[in-house]
């Protein structure tokens, strides 16, 4: 099955830019979606296609996809922006398959 | 406003039953295809099962197959997930959200919490 692999966490200063990384077998070729999970929330679409906002997300969420690694990039982090991030993918190489990664935790210094 | 409800979690024991439903509104289900994602307590976002805006194609996480059925009535803009054989490892909150046209999902129901204990 199809594996993805993203840092358990990142930190990153206020007004700085966080990258989250997320690693799988020719991701490149694979359309990333992005979610942002607040704790004890539901997960919230904030990237997806590699790169497209959804209504109502700031400019500052950007994302790309090549190779092995897909990145979501978030300028000019503000606290707000804590919060557990994870990459899926839609895995068709076995079976048809969402495929979450592991998150990574976005901390706010 | 689009949005999805999902309710019948609860307690139950080992190698009992639960069926989810899940109401979809401010769109056309019959045009989409829905899914159920849980998250254990404590951990990540596992997705559980699939299925197309007619029916037609059904998928499922290895982890369930065998034991979860996903179903949908599109004129009672309902989605359910079938849940036989508990296990303590199914303990978690289930998410329902609507496929978009690149396998991303989006709404998000607030999800319904399943535990398994006896």
């Known amino acids: 099955s199809y594996v993805l692999t993203q840092p358990p966490s990142v930190s990153v200063a206020p007004g700085q830019t966080a990258i989250i990384t997320c690693g799988g077998n020719?991701?490149?070729?694979?359309?990333v979606h992005w979610y942002q999970q607040e704790p004890g929330q539901a997960p919230l679409l904030v990237l997806y296609?590699?790169?497209d906002r959804p209504s109502g997300i700031p400019e500052r969420f950007s994302g790309s996809n090549s190779g092995n690694t897909a990145t979501l990039t978030i300028s000019r982090v503000e606290a707000g922006d804590e919060s557990d991030y994870y990459c899926q993918v839609w895995d068709t190489s076995s079976d048809h398959a969402g495929v979450f990664g592991g998150g990574t935790k976005l901390t706010v210094l | 406003e689009v949005q999805v409800v999902e309710s019948g979690g609860g307690l139950v024991k080992p190698g009992g039953s639960l069926r989810l439903s899940c109401v979809a509104s401010g769109f056309t289900l019959s045009s989409y295809s829905m899914s159920w994602v849980r998250q254990a307590p404590g951990k990540g976002l596992e997705w559980v099962s699939c299925i197309s805006s007619n029916g037609d194609y059904i998928y499922y996480a290895d982890s369930v197959k065998g034991r979860f059925t996903i179903s949908r009535d599109n004129a009672k803009n309902s989605v359910y997930l079938q849940m036989n054989s508990l296990r303590a490892e199914d303990t978690a909150v289930f998410y329902c959200a609507r496929g978009g046209s690149n396998r991303e999902f989006d709404p998000w129901g607030q999800g319904t919490r399943v535990t398994v204990s006896s």
């Open positions: 296609a590699d790169r």
């Open positions: 020719n991701i490149g070729s694979k359309r």
